[in-house]
């Protein structure tokens, strides 16, 4: 039998030359099957790998897996197992689907363990315990800066010298396919005499990339920066939903708060590191000033050739792509980031999400949301059908999708989607009243 690790080597499932998911992915899911039962799972094409059912007849008993892993409705306690379960369940699920396994006879098992894409719902991967949101775009933050405050000095005296973030709010991550609402709320334009409610104007995307965590290491709290990528279980793609209006008002001295937690979409297949090893790429170079020690020695291919893009389509129109970008441009790199996380004492545990920060390339054609790509609604842009957008408009959809290829290699995310519904109509002034 070829070795599933090969480029060339197929699954005996059907897998279009342009999916995102061939037998070298193996990404790890949850799925609601047509009986509405809920299971982990994986994909290879557009076949989901029902990994409750491999568990039950047997095809991880060697493994040792606590009894029942993969028939919950998360993947926080397979993750909790850490890389070297993650890696011998990978590596069995695309032995047993590898061209010419003992499987691919076995019609009535594999009638128990796949299912069409079609027949089932793709839901939340994982319990989100906590939910963090970095800054790591040196080219998004020199954008942002020089629109809000003095393109001289566009970055802050700490950005070059540290991954800056912020907490987020886990109870509003969705996954891909949930509709998300205009959110309501104060803003204050910087001539405004004072502040009004309502909904926001300025509703807006961020294109990022977040890596799911696996358990903090054991009796040594900080996670050094070359062992933080052992605590990395995978990556998805994620919309960090933004409303400028409010953030602009809200965010001094304490940074983001209503702007930014309304919403937020992520991919649901989680493609695990391991499977992204061929794309690894160094990150830019961190020379002038040099970041503290504790932040050196990372891996040296720290980041991801990662290719992205995000379209716009109008309620009943179809799409046109706005931004067109790469994870690779990021300054700090995830493990830098999940090191600096930790330095203090922080915990972190199975599930958590770390956003990257909207990762903004070099050109304008680049840029990882419509704040940079419209310069804050001073340049609209046009889409297909002939309208012009500043921000995001209600019934547009936004779609977000990545992959990495390289000769024969295509491992992707699929995509992350989402409609913006209008603004609920809540007036506060009207209910006090009654
Ligand atoms: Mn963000």
């Given at each position: 039998m070829p070795s599933w690790t090969d480029p060339k080597t197929p699954s005996f499932l059907p897998v279009s030359?342009?999916?995102?998911?061939?037998?070298q992915n193996i990404p790890f899911g949850v799925i609601g099957r047509p009986d509405e039962i809920f299971v982990c799972a994986s994909r290879i094409g557009d076949t989901a790998i029902d990994l409750n059912a491999m568990e039950q007849l047997g095809y991880f008993d060697d493994l040792e897996l606590p009894t029942g892993l993969f028939s919950q409705e998360a993947l926080n306690e397979f993750i909790s197992l850490g890389r070297p379960a993650w890696r011998a369940v990978r590596r069995r699920i695309a032995e047993l689907y590898t061209v010419g396994s003992a499987l691919e006879k076995k019609a009535s098992e594999r009638a128990e363990i796949e299912w069409p894409m079609a027949q089932v719902e793709v839901v939340l991967p994982v319990f989100v315990g906590d939910y963090t949101d970095f800054y790591a775009s040196r080219e998004h933050a020199t954008n942002v800066g020089s629109m809000f405050r003095d393109p001289a000095n566009a970055l802050l005296p700490n950005w070059l010298h540290l991954p800056v973030g912020y907490h987020g709010r886990s109870s509003t991550i969705v996954e891909s396919g949930v509709n998300v609402r205009r959110p309501n709320g104060q803003r204050k334009g910087p001539n405004d005499p004072a502040p009004v409610y309502g909904p926001s104007i300025k509703v807006d995307f961020e294109l990022e990339m977040a890596f799911i965590t696996g358990d903090g290491p054991v009796g040594e709290t900080p996670i050094p920066v070359d062992r933080a990528e052992e605590h990395i279980f995978g990556l998805v793609l994620l919309n960090d939903w933004s409303a400028r209006d409010v953030q602009q008002w809200e965010y001094v001295p304490l940074g983001p708060f209503l702007a930014k937690n309304f919403a937020t979409s992520i991919s649901p297949w989680i493609v695990t590191l391991d499977a992204l090893e061929p794309f690894r790429t160094a990150r830019p170079a961190q020379e002038d000033p040099l970041p503290l020690p504790y932040l050196q020695q990372e891996p040296t291919r720290a980041n991801v050739d990662l290719q992205l893009e995000v379209a716009i389509a109008p309620d009943g129109h179809s799409e046109t792509v706005v931004c067109q970008s790469n994870?690779?441009?990021?300054?700090?790199s995830m493990a830098q980031q999940l090191a600096h996380h930790t330095i203090n004492g922080c915990l972190i545990n199975a599930g958590d999400c770390m956003g990257s920060g909207t990762i903004s390339g070099p050109d304008k054609g680049s840029f990882g949301s419509m704040l940079e790509i419209t310069w804050n609604g001073k340049e609209p842009v046009t889409l297909a059908d002939g309208s012009t957008r500043s921000f995001i408009e209600d019934g547009d959809t936004v779609t977000m999708r990545g992959f990495c290829k390289k000769d024969d290699l295509r491992i992707g995310f699929g995509e992350v989607s989402a409609t913006l519904l209008p603004a609920l109509s809540w007036n506060p002034a009207s209910i006090s009243k009654k």
């Open positions: 030359e342009h999916s995102d998911f061939p037998l994870f690779k441009h990021m300054y700090w």
